[in-house]
């Protein structure tokens, strides 16, 4: 089983739609968690990290559960430009603080 | 600030040649790391460098060396290139005090044939 587990997709969603992404993670005593958004052919970046009470930057909102080991991200109003490839991202500090990489959850939004 | 910048952008390399990718920072961060990128994988750490002088084996660091010159500069050398190792090669840092943010450089899309 992988660390981090992610549906590659594609989620195909008009503009304006809702779209939330799971991933899920193996090691119960990870610490820290992560979405980063990768472009096509580009470097990844930050999109937000994920607290346990939840929180919310502007249409994007990112939950923890810990009790079923997976943290989700919720879209609202999707535009054109949210189109990515939105990678999950863990760390067990157990782990030297490395940060283990889902494979990538693949978004389209259309006109 | 140029943040992260690698070179060469695009490879190709010929099976048991040689070649070094750079990799520089421009932000003062104490921490480097080397991951490849290929369809299906994801990100896997290659090697990484807590701090100028030390040096780390990741994930998956067979047949690749790695340098820390000095802070800014971390590069990863393929010895004897095999198509194996075709993939998209990313050099990232971090402030390893404050922040797990890691900040990417462009890439470097290598292919051995």
């Known amino acids: 089983r992988k660390e981090v587990e992610q549906d590659p997709g594609p989620f195909n969603v008009p503009e304006g739609a809702t779209v939330a992404f799971n991933c899920t993670y193996s090691?119960?005593?990870?610490?820290?968690f992560f979405w980063y958004r990768q472009d096509c052919r580009k470097e990844p970046k930050l999109l937000m990290s994920?607290?346990?009470s939840g929180n919310e930057d502007g249409r994007f909102t990112a939950q923890l559960n810990r009790a079923s080991q997976y943290i989700s991200l919720l879209i609202r109003d999707s535009k054109l430009s949210d189109s990515a490839t939105y990678l999950c991202?863990?760390?067990?500090?157990?782990?030297?603080?490395?940060?283990?990489f889902g494979t990538g959850t693949q978004l389209k939004v259309e006109l | 600030n140029a943040g992260v910048t690698q070179t060469p952008k695009f490879q190709v390399l010929k099976t048991g040649q040689s070649m070094t990718l750079q990799c520089a920072q421009d932000?003062?961060?104490?921490?480097m790391y080397w991951y490849r990128q290929d369809p299906g994988m994801g990100l896997r750490l290659i090697y990484y460098s807590a701090s100028e002088g030390t040096t780390d084996k990741g994930e998956v660091p067979n047949g690749y060396n790695v340098s820390r010159l000095n802070k800014r500069e971390f590069s990863l050398r393929l010895e004897s290139a095999a198509p194996s190792q075709t993939s998209v090669y990313f050099c990232a840092s971090r402030v390893e005090d404050t922040s797990y943010e890691q900040y990417f450089g462009p890439g470097t899309r290598l292919t051995v044939t």
């Open positions: 090691n119960s005593a990870s610490q820290s």
């Open positions: 991202v863990v760390i067990y500090t157990g782990g030297g603080n490395k940060l283990t």
């Open positions: 932000m003062n961060h104490n921490s």
């Open positions: 994920v607290y346990s």
